[in-house]
């Protein structure tokens, strides 16, 4: 008996290029007659993410940033 919890999903991801015509042509590894589910975004470029990322990391650290916490880690 599977346990939908613990299962598997297979996934594959491929970088293409839209055609002139806004369409994408995709060779999948799948049945044909299976269902799947496709999410499409946008790349960015190696600047974005980097970008992204380094904004994520300065916004999570800056709830340490504090005159409360930094009392309460000075005095424990």
């Known amino acids: ?3 939908p919890l613990t299962e598997t999903i297979p996934a ?8 002139e015509d806004g369409r994408i042509a995709l060779t999948v590894p799948f049945s044909p007659g299976k269902r799947v589910v496709v999410f499409v975004i946008a ?3 190696a600047e974005d993410t980097l970008a992204d990322l380094t ?7 800056d709830f340490w940033d504090n005159p409360y916490d930094d009392e309460d880690w000075n005095n424990a």
Not at 55 to 61: K, R
């Open 12 to 19: 594959v991801k491929y970088e293409v290029t839209v055609q």
């Open 43 to 45: 790349a960015q470029s």
């Open 1 to 3: 008996m599977s346990n």
């Open 55 to 61: 904004g994520a990391s300065q916004s999570s650290t």
